[in-house]
Protein backbone atom coordinates (compact mmCIF):
# COMPACT_ATOMS: atom_id res chain seq x y z
CA UNK A 1 0.00 0.00 0.00
CA UNK A 2 2.20 2.78 -0.93
CA UNK A 3 0.47 5.99 -0.04
CA UNK A 4 2.71 8.68 1.96
CA UNK A 5 1.32 10.82 4.50
CA UNK A 6 2.27 14.28 4.53
CA UNK A 7 5.76 14.96 5.07
CA UNK A 8 6.10 17.54 7.91
CA UNK A 9 3.04 19.05 9.56
CA UNK A 10 2.92 21.55 12.47
CA UNK A 11 1.27 20.16 15.24
CA UNK A 12 -0.93 22.56 16.67
CA UNK A 13 -1.21 21.82 20.68
CA UNK A 14 -3.12 22.98 23.75
CA UNK A 15 -1.96 22.66 27.41
CA UNK A 16 -2.94 20.08 29.13
CA UNK A 17 -3.86 22.63 32.49
CA UNK A 18 -6.51 24.27 30.58
CA UNK A 19 -7.99 21.33 29.22
CA UNK A 20 -9.18 18.86 32.31
CA UNK A 21 -8.48 21.07 35.41
CA UNK A 22 -5.67 20.84 37.62
CA UNK A 23 -4.82 17.32 39.82
CA UNK A 24 -7.10 15.36 36.93
CA UNK A 25 -5.81 12.84 34.48
CA UNK A 26 -6.29 13.22 30.75
CA UNK A 27 -8.71 10.41 29.70
CA UNK A 28 -8.26 11.05 26.15
CA UNK A 29 -4.51 9.85 26.25
CA UNK A 30 -3.32 6.70 24.96
CA UNK A 31 -3.87 4.46 21.86
CA UNK A 32 -7.55 3.83 20.63
CA UNK A 33 -8.90 1.72 17.99
CA UNK A 34 -12.12 3.03 16.69
CA UNK A 35 -14.65 1.30 14.43
CA UNK A 36 -17.67 2.74 12.37
CA UNK A 37 -21.07 2.12 13.33
CA UNK A 38 -24.49 0.94 11.72
CA UNK A 39 -23.51 0.34 8.08
CA UNK A 40 -20.06 2.50 8.75
CA UNK A 41 -18.76 -1.12 10.33
CA UNK A 42 -16.18 -1.89 7.87
CA UNK A 43 -14.97 1.85 8.49
CA UNK A 44 -11.90 1.16 11.17
CA UNK A 45 -9.30 3.50 12.57
CA UNK A 46 -6.36 3.69 14.90
CA UNK A 47 -5.41 6.99 17.00
CA UNK A 48 -2.86 7.76 19.62
CA UNK A 49 -3.08 11.06 21.75
CA UNK A 50 0.25 11.35 24.35
CA UNK A 51 0.91 14.36 26.02
CA UNK A 52 4.33 16.15 26.53
CA UNK A 53 5.79 18.70 28.32
CA UNK A 54 1.71 19.90 28.86
CA UNK A 55 1.11 19.59 25.07
CA UNK A 56 -0.86 17.27 23.31
CA UNK A 57 -0.18 16.12 20.05
CA UNK A 58 -1.12 12.81 18.28
CA UNK A 59 -0.91 10.03 15.62
CA UNK A 60 -3.82 8.79 13.19
CA UNK A 61 -4.57 6.54 11.09
CA UNK A 62 -7.30 7.70 8.68
CA UNK A 63 -8.65 3.52 7.59
CA UNK A 64 -5.84 2.94 4.34
CA UNK A 65 -2.36 4.83 3.95
CA UNK A 66 0.03 5.01 7.47
CA UNK A 67 -0.26 6.62 10.69
CA UNK A 68 0.37 10.49 10.22
CA UNK A 69 1.05 13.35 12.66
CA UNK A 70 -2.36 15.11 13.37
CA UNK A 71 -1.86 18.89 12.76
CA UNK A 72 -4.87 19.73 15.68
CA UNK A 73 -5.46 18.12 18.58
CA UNK A 74 -7.40 20.06 21.29
CA UNK A 75 -10.68 19.65 23.96
CA UNK A 76 -13.41 21.55 23.67
CA UNK A 77 -15.80 22.10 26.03
CA UNK A 78 -15.52 17.86 27.30
CA UNK A 79 -15.02 16.90 23.71
CA UNK A 80 -11.73 15.95 22.03
CA UNK A 81 -11.16 17.43 18.45
CA UNK A 82 -8.59 16.65 16.25
CA UNK A 83 -7.70 16.88 12.95
CA UNK A 84 -5.18 16.21 10.04
CA UNK A 85 -4.36 19.26 7.65
CA UNK A 86 -6.10 19.77 4.40
CA UNK A 87 -4.57 19.79 0.87
CA UNK A 88 -2.66 23.31 0.52
CA UNK A 89 -2.24 24.04 4.01
CA UNK A 90 -6.05 24.26 4.28
CA UNK A 91 -8.01 23.16 7.24
CA UNK A 92 -8.41 19.28 7.13
CA UNK A 93 -11.42 16.92 8.29
CA UNK A 94 -12.52 17.83 11.77
CA UNK A 95 -13.44 14.49 14.24
CA UNK A 96 -15.28 14.92 17.65
CA UNK A 97 -15.07 12.65 20.75
CA UNK A 98 -16.17 12.19 24.06
CA UNK A 99 -15.70 9.99 26.69
CA UNK A 100 -18.49 7.73 27.71
CA UNK A 101 -18.36 4.38 29.67
CA UNK A 102 -14.81 4.26 29.16
CA UNK A 103 -14.87 4.32 25.59
CA UNK A 104 -14.32 7.16 22.95
CA UNK A 105 -17.85 7.96 21.17
CA UNK A 106 -17.25 10.13 18.13
CA UNK A 107 -18.31 11.65 14.92
CA UNK A 108 -17.11 13.12 11.34
CA UNK A 109 -17.77 14.50 8.48
CA UNK A 110 -17.07 12.21 5.48
CA UNK A 111 -17.54 13.82 1.57
CA UNK A 112 -17.85 11.27 -1.02
CA UNK A 113 -16.38 11.62 -4.45
CA UNK A 114 -17.90 8.90 -5.88
CA UNK A 115 -15.58 5.33 -6.33
CA UNK A 116 -12.32 5.34 -8.46
CA UNK A 117 -13.03 5.41 -11.73
CA UNK A 118 -16.58 7.01 -11.59
CA UNK A 119 -17.52 10.34 -13.12
CA UNK A 120 -15.04 12.95 -11.97
CA UNK A 121 -17.34 15.78 -12.45
CA UNK A 122 -19.79 14.54 -10.05
CA UNK A 123 -21.03 17.02 -6.96
CA UNK A 124 -19.14 15.31 -4.01
CA UNK A 125 -21.89 14.24 -1.12
CA UNK A 126 -21.27 14.52 2.26
CA UNK A 127 -22.48 12.07 5.34
CA UNK A 128 -21.72 12.20 8.98
CA UNK A 129 -19.74 8.62 9.97
CA UNK A 130 -20.62 7.95 13.90
CA UNK A 131 -17.57 5.42 15.20
CA UNK A 132 -16.80 4.09 18.66
CA UNK A 133 -13.21 3.71 20.14
CA UNK A 134 -11.73 1.23 22.69
CA UNK A 135 -8.90 0.59 24.08
CA UNK A 136 -6.73 -1.96 22.53
CA UNK A 137 -6.04 -5.32 23.69
CA UNK A 138 -3.54 -6.06 26.55
CA UNK A 139 -1.20 -8.57 25.16
CA UNK A 140 0.23 -11.56 26.98
CA UNK A 141 4.00 -11.56 27.37
CA UNK A 142 4.39 -13.69 23.94
CA UNK A 143 7.53 -14.44 21.88
CA UNK A 144 6.89 -14.92 17.99
CA UNK A 145 10.56 -16.77 18.41
CA UNK A 146 8.75 -19.54 21.28
CA UNK A 147 8.98 -23.43 20.40
CA UNK A 148 4.97 -23.63 19.78
CA UNK A 149 3.19 -26.59 18.96
CA UNK A 150 2.38 -26.45 15.40
CA UNK A 151 -0.69 -28.03 13.39
CA UNK A 152 -1.85 -29.73 10.02
CA UNK A 153 -0.36 -27.17 7.28
CA UNK A 154 -3.01 -25.46 5.18
CA UNK A 155 -2.84 -24.96 1.70
CA UNK A 156 -4.59 -21.67 0.40
CA UNK A 157 -3.17 -22.06 -3.23
CA UNK A 158 -2.57 -25.49 -4.53
CA UNK A 159 -1.79 -23.71 -8.14
CA UNK A 160 -4.90 -24.93 -9.68
CA UNK A 161 -7.90 -23.55 -7.95
CA UNK A 162 -9.18 -20.22 -6.46
CA UNK A 163 -11.45 -21.85 -3.99
CA UNK A 164 -10.04 -21.22 -0.50
CA UNK A 165 -10.40 -17.69 -1.54
CA UNK A 166 -12.91 -14.77 -1.21
CA UNK A 167 -12.98 -11.26 -1.56
CA UNK A 168 -12.78 -8.27 -0.02
CA UNK A 169 -15.39 -6.37 -1.72
CA UNK A 170 -18.64 -9.04 -2.75
CA UNK A 171 -20.12 -6.50 -5.23
CA UNK A 172 -17.49 -6.18 -7.19
CA UNK A 173 -15.56 -8.59 -9.57
CA UNK A 174 -12.46 -10.98 -8.26
CA UNK A 175 -10.63 -10.43 -11.46
CA UNK A 176 -7.70 -13.07 -10.41
CA UNK A 177 -6.62 -15.30 -12.45
CA UNK A 178 -4.60 -18.85 -12.75
CA UNK A 179 -1.30 -18.63 -14.97
CA UNK A 180 1.09 -21.32 -14.95
CA UNK A 181 1.07 -22.47 -11.75
CA UNK A 182 0.48 -18.78 -9.77
CA UNK A 183 -2.73 -16.87 -9.24
CA UNK A 184 -2.33 -13.22 -10.64
CA UNK A 185 -4.24 -10.19 -10.40
CA UNK A 186 -5.97 -8.10 -13.52
CA UNK A 187 -7.15 -4.35 -13.83
CA UNK A 188 -8.49 -2.98 -10.92
CA UNK A 189 -9.07 -6.40 -9.09
CA UNK A 190 -10.36 -7.47 -5.91
CA UNK A 191 -8.73 -8.32 -2.65
CA UNK A 192 -8.27 -11.81 -1.52
CA UNK A 193 -9.96 -12.72 1.26
CA UNK A 194 -9.01 -16.33 2.65
CA UNK A 195 -11.87 -18.03 3.65
CA UNK A 196 -10.45 -19.70 6.79
CA UNK A 197 -9.38 -17.53 9.59
CA UNK A 198 -6.32 -17.76 11.80
CA UNK A 199 -4.89 -17.04 15.22
CA UNK A 200 -1.26 -17.70 15.67
CA UNK A 201 0.69 -19.31 13.28
CA UNK A 202 3.02 -19.86 10.66
CA UNK A 203 3.12 -18.28 6.85
CA UNK A 204 4.51 -19.35 3.80
CA UNK A 205 4.56 -17.72 0.27
CA UNK A 206 6.04 -17.50 -2.93
CA UNK A 207 5.79 -14.31 -5.37
CA UNK A 208 6.82 -12.27 -7.86
CA UNK A 209 6.33 -8.53 -8.43
CA UNK A 210 5.88 -6.77 -11.69
CA UNK A 211 8.64 -3.38 -12.30
CA UNK A 212 7.27 -0.57 -9.89
CA UNK A 213 4.80 -3.11 -8.29
CA UNK A 214 3.58 -2.57 -4.66
CA UNK A 215 1.29 -5.01 -3.15
CA UNK A 216 0.14 -6.33 0.16
CA UNK A 217 -0.04 -9.56 2.52
CA UNK A 218 -2.45 -9.20 5.71
CA UNK A 219 -1.72 -11.28 8.70
CA UNK A 220 -5.18 -11.72 9.97
CA UNK A 221 -6.88 -9.07 7.50
CA UNK A 222 -5.21 -6.15 9.84
CA UNK A 223 -1.25 -6.11 9.66
CA UNK A 224 -0.12 -5.51 6.24
CA UNK A 225 3.49 -7.54 5.20
CA UNK A 226 4.25 -4.62 2.37
CA UNK A 227 5.16 -6.00 -1.39
CA UNK A 228 7.26 -3.85 -3.09
CA UNK A 229 9.38 -3.28 -5.82
CA UNK A 230 12.40 -2.01 -4.07
CA UNK A 231 15.55 -3.80 -5.05
CA UNK A 232 17.49 -0.58 -6.35
CA UNK A 233 15.02 1.44 -4.37
CA UNK A 234 16.46 4.51 -2.14
CA UNK A 235 13.50 6.71 -2.07
CA UNK A 236 11.37 4.96 -0.44
CA UNK A 237 11.16 5.65 3.08
CA UNK A 238 12.21 2.42 5.01
CA UNK A 239 8.80 1.99 7.15
CA UNK A 240 7.11 1.84 3.76
CA UNK A 241 9.79 -0.65 2.30
CA UNK A 242 9.55 -4.14 1.30
CA UNK A 243 8.47 -6.19 4.07
CA UNK A 244 7.88 -3.12 6.58
CA UNK A 245 5.28 -3.48 8.50
CA UNK A 246 3.24 -0.78 6.83
CA UNK A 247 3.82 2.45 8.22
CA UNK A 248 5.06 0.74 11.55
CA UNK A 249 8.36 -0.72 11.48
CA UNK A 250 10.84 -0.96 9.03
CA UNK A 251 12.60 -3.89 7.86
CA UNK A 252 15.86 -4.54 9.37
CA UNK A 253 17.61 -5.43 5.87
CA UNK A 254 16.64 -4.78 2.29
CA UNK A 255 16.20 -8.50 1.06
CA UNK A 256 14.55 -7.53 -1.93
CA UNK A 257 14.90 -9.17 -5.30
CA UNK A 258 14.51 -7.93 -8.72
CA UNK A 259 11.25 -8.23 -10.36
CA UNK A 260 10.53 -10.57 -12.37
CA UNK A 261 12.19 -13.32 -10.10
CA UNK A 262 10.24 -15.30 -7.71
CA UNK A 263 10.57 -14.29 -3.69
CA UNK A 264 10.01 -16.22 -0.30
CA UNK A 265 9.16 -15.46 2.63
CA UNK A 266 7.48 -16.60 6.20
CA UNK A 267 6.32 -15.29 9.33
CA UNK A 268 5.45 -16.49 12.56
CA UNK A 269 2.34 -14.32 14.24
CA UNK A 270 1.78 -14.98 17.91
CA UNK A 271 -0.34 -12.02 19.71
CA UNK A 272 0.46 -9.33 18.40
CA UNK A 273 4.49 -10.34 18.14
CA UNK A 274 6.08 -11.25 14.76
CA UNK A 275 9.14 -12.89 13.01
CA UNK A 276 9.59 -12.22 9.68
CA UNK A 277 11.98 -13.61 6.89
CA UNK A 278 12.75 -12.64 3.18
CA UNK A 279 14.62 -14.63 1.11
CA UNK A 280 16.82 -16.25 3.47
CA UNK A 281 17.10 -12.76 6.05
CA UNK A 282 15.31 -12.22 9.01
CA UNK A 283 13.80 -8.76 8.54
CA UNK A 284 11.79 -8.65 11.73
CA UNK A 285 12.90 -10.44 15.01
CA UNK A 286 10.09 -10.98 17.55
CA UNK A 287 8.67 -7.30 17.00
CA UNK A 288 5.71 -6.13 18.41
CA UNK A 289 3.09 -4.68 15.83
CA UNK A 290 1.11 -1.14 18.13
CA UNK A 291 -1.92 -1.74 16.04
CA UNK A 292 -3.70 -2.16 12.63
CA UNK A 293 -2.25 -1.20 9.36
CA UNK A 294 -3.73 0.77 6.69
CA UNK A 295 -6.52 -1.09 4.95
CA UNK A 296 -7.25 -3.27 7.74
CA UNK A 297 -10.50 -5.54 7.48
CA UNK A 298 -11.19 -4.51 11.21
CA UNK A 299 -10.00 -3.93 15.17
CA UNK A 300 -10.87 -7.25 16.49
CA UNK A 301 -7.26 -7.81 17.48
CA UNK A 302 -8.07 -10.42 19.67
CA UNK A 303 -10.25 -12.44 17.64
CA UNK A 304 -9.00 -15.01 14.73
CA UNK A 305 -8.69 -13.36 11.24
CA UNK A 306 -7.97 -14.30 7.74
CA UNK A 307 -5.04 -13.62 5.01
CA UNK A 308 -5.68 -11.05 2.67
CA UNK A 309 -3.62 -10.24 -0.86
CA UNK A 310 -3.79 -6.83 -2.27
CA UNK A 311 -5.07 -7.36 -5.81
CA UNK A 312 -6.45 -3.53 -6.64
CA UNK A 313 -2.92 -2.00 -6.35
CA UNK A 314 -0.09 -3.20 -9.22
CA UNK A 315 0.65 -6.65 -10.79
CA UNK A 316 1.66 -9.52 -8.58
CA UNK A 317 1.66 -13.20 -9.08
CA UNK A 318 1.69 -15.83 -6.07
CA UNK A 319 2.37 -19.68 -6.25
CA UNK A 320 2.25 -20.67 -2.90
CA UNK A 321 0.41 -19.78 0.32
CA UNK A 322 0.35 -22.08 3.60
CA UNK A 323 -0.48 -21.51 6.91
CA UNK A 324 0.42 -23.67 9.81
CA UNK A 325 -1.33 -22.83 12.71
CA UNK A 326 0.05 -22.95 16.23
CA UNK A 327 -1.40 -25.14 18.38
CA UNK A 328 0.33 -24.37 21.52
CA UNK A 329 1.85 -21.51 22.29
CA UNK A 330 5.08 -21.72 24.15
Known sequence: MRRLGLAAIAVVTTTLATLSGAGQSNPFLGQWAMTGTGDDSSLVYWLEITESGGQLSGMFLDRVGNPNPLAVVKIENGEL???????????GQEYRARIENGRLVGRHTMVVRGRRGGDPNATPTERVVNWVGVRPPSWPPFSANGKHVFGAPVALFNGTTLEPWGVQHA????????????????????????????????????YKLGPGSNSGLYLRGRYELQLLDDATDTRTRRDLAHMAIYGRVAPSVNASKPAGEWQSMSAVLVGNRVTVILNGATVHNDVAIAGITGGALDNAETTPGPI?????????????VVVTPITEVR
Open 308 to 320: MIQGDHSKVWVRK
Open 171 to 206: ERPMNWAIEDGAMTNGERANNLVSKQKFMNFKIEAE
Open 81 to 91: VFGQAGRGGAP
